[in-house]
């Protein structure tokens, strides 16, 4: 088995802990230094004697989005301002955007955490890496551009959009490797196929990193598929740096957290408590290793469980679970809650439907009702009864997994919307009252 | 005087010369490598030993943009593919696009070299730079990402459009620089003041640097008086790495091409002999400071002239003019040889006309004719007989500039296309015969 950095990412629990330990007192001593945190600590008696043990964590309140929201720009700062270089900045749709500041130092970080996820999925300096996201201040762009030269691949910045000149570098480049969106992963195989193109042929792509957007195991499977490679779930976010947080190793059992740089909870999302052992709850983020902006019990709005169990792969690291999603992008609708991601798993494991898909929410009458209408997979027939058959298969195993009825409605390849970004997944036209 | 690296930038021009004929023949034995080089220099003899001076650098062919095509994608490297980590391609909207390899020295090199510039015009690490760029592929973004971060400067890489996004960053993040194309920088400062935004009073902003397109030194004032800052004007160029090939200091008197990176020739297009001292004709470079993929002797298209006498800033690496733009920007019209560039002069010497224009040239009858089109700025009148009076005083000064007569059309301020890249300034609707 080979390791980036085999000493941290095979240390032993008690060693890890221990490094955290060193790690979350020293942090605690630089947070003196931002407005926000020395107020929080004055208000709450924190000191980083205060901490003797991991568990006194809890005596730390919680951080949330909207602290980053009312202390926006430069409240969370721990250094002065001078000795950041690099700001990046949510899109803020509504309020105050956040952002996150990155010494030089944090940044050489955050670049060797991608480069050690690379690495742990087989990625090599012989390999010829293309970057598919946004560049600018999504966190997709700078961190795997970072990450990736400091791994030594050969990296292709081609940034987000243009499929027939993706497909180009692609082919021009010999690129093996893909960081991508996984909606956009099938859209770029579906277009490579159109043209002629079998990219497990004609391609040298062994290796996607897919991301930025939650996603099934089928959907998974479908990448790997199509484009005949080994594809590897990476989970970021922007206020833990962006991509790198967690990712999947060889095994894909499971996303390794690296506990050197964060210590995770996991709670129950109302009473704040932490969840039983292998429960769900939401992600809660201390970063003990960022000396321009340490966030402590970062709130991530993110579900998911730790995985019991050693990795075979040897790394001490804990796993946690496929994201279900946000917890924001949960749908209540009759009183059930679900994700997007549920829908997706059935849909996907039918050969006949394609992978573009949306959910429709409306008011009819008095009652919220469900449309889901997916495109079918191409090579499949028109026949009337064989179409009505398949749209009463997939119908059962949604009502099965979901707890209720949505209306289905197969439509023909092509005719859903396409993105060449993160895919709208989900259109909620529900009246408020 | 302050510099980013005083040896280099003041070294003694007998110095300079000997460092620069060490690193040519250490560049030859590298480039040896190339698949293409190896046979140019086996078909023309040339060694390492064979260079004794710099004059016998004209032993070496010139490289040419077909060159980079023709060998298209990796026939230039001089290192294993393996040991390159960045690739940059062109556009290449016909035949085969260029591109430029890179080493993680080349990197460090090249970011070094920006740093060099943006120090040279009294940006510091105290500065917060916003970078207006479009990221990925094109150069002015990942360029002065990692050379405005190598100099400390707090980066903001806000990328290219979203106007309105990109005056709230200004603002929020307090950004004191900018790099920017000539033609945004206008239309940014006219956003500012519709919505009623004084850059000069409400910002920080105190230096930009305009590149990635020909702009004129009325151009230059304007911008600076509009934003109420220093504008420098940035020569780069993908083939030589990006931005940072040429920059102007602060004394604003042409730009310094840095000597220690590259061997400047000036060449008559036409006989590709030397041009005399002082005399404008085709910049052909030589890098002497690049690993991955070094150019000997590369046309560059572009038309300068070398500027006389010592730089007052102490550096003493040479100067270039203002570059006109490209050999492929000059348009024949009735026989006269001219650039856009020209036309800007004029038009950005009178206050009552705005930023945007629009030069047109199509066949009327039998008769080649220019029609150029400029808003008039916000502040002017609308009473009919100013306006004849200023039309005839532009047009008088544009045939004394042009040596022909275009017509001229002066247009409300917002009726001409505003574009958020690099602005489509001449439109030829020419019939071929
Ligand atoms: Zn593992
Ligand atoms: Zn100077």
């Known amino acids: 088995m080979e390791y980036w950095q085999k000493d941290i990412e095979t240390m032993s629990r008690k060693d890890l802990e221990k490094l955290q330990l060193e790690r979350l007192k020293k942090t605690i001593e630089l947070a003196g230094n931002s ?12 000191t980083a004697d205060s901490i003797q043990s991991l568990d006194d964590l809890q005596k730390i309140p919680f951080t949330t989005k909207d602290d980053l ?44 955490q991608v480069a050690r996820c690379m690495y742990m999925v087989g990625i090599r300096d012989t390999d010829v890496f293309q970057n598919t996201s946004g560049y600018g201040m999504f966190t997709g762009g700078l961190g795997f551009q970072y990450g990736a030269e400091k791994l030594g691949c050969l990296t292709v910045p081609a940034a987000a959009g243009n499929t027939k000149r993706q497909i180009k570098f692609i082919t021009d480049f010999g690129t093996t490797c893909l960081h991508i969106i996984p909606s956009y992963a099938t859209r770029l195989a579906e277009v490579m196929y159109e043209i002629g193109l079998d990219p497990r042929r004609d391609t040298k792509l062994h290796t996607v990193c897919i991301g930025a957007e939650p996603h099934s195991e089928e959907q998974r499977r479908r990448i790997e598929q199509l ?95 496929r994201f279900k999603g946000r917890s924001d992008d949960m749908i209540i609708l009759k009183g059930v809650n679900l994700f997007p991601i549920q829908i997706e798993k059935i849909l996907m494991q039918f050969k006949e ?25 191409d090579l499949f027939t028109d026949d009337y009864s064989v179409l009505q058959r398949l749209a009463k298969d997939v119908t059962r195993q949604l009502k099965d997994e979901l707890l209720l009825t949505p209306h289905l409605k197969l439509v023909a390849k092509g005719s859903l919307p396409v993105q060449e970004g993160k895919a709208v997944r989900v259109k909620d036209l529900r009246k408020l009252c």
């Open 353 to 377: 439907l394609g992978s573009n898909y949306l959910i429709t929410i409306e008011t009819v009458g008095n009652n919220d009702e469900m449309l889901i209408e997916v495109e079918l997979s």
């Open 227 to 321: 484009l005949g490679v080994k594809a590897y779930n990476c989970f970021g976010m922007s206020e833990m740096n962006g991509p790198g947080v967690a990712f999947e190793c060889t095994e894909q059992n499971g996303l390794h957290i690296w506990e050197d740089n964060v210590i995770v909870e996991i709670v129950d999302p109302v009473t704040l408590q932490p969840v039983k052992e292998g429960e769900v709850g939401e992600m809660v983020l201390t970063t003990i290793n960022r000396e321009a902006m340490p966030l402590f019990r970062y709130r991530t709005r993110d579900l998911t469980c730790f995985l019991p169990g050693d990795c075979p792969c040897g790394r001490t690291h804990r796993r946690l679970a």
């Open 35 to 46: 407005p926000f945190y020395s107020k929080v600590f004055k208000e709450n008696g924190i």
């Open 69 to 112: 929201r009312n202390n926006y720009p430069y409240g969370m700062a721990a250094i002065p301002i001078k000795d950041c270089v690099r700001i990046h900045s949510s899109s803020g749709t509504t309020g105050n955007p956040t952002v996150v500041l990155h010494s030089a130092k944090d940044l050489d970080q955050w670049a060797n």
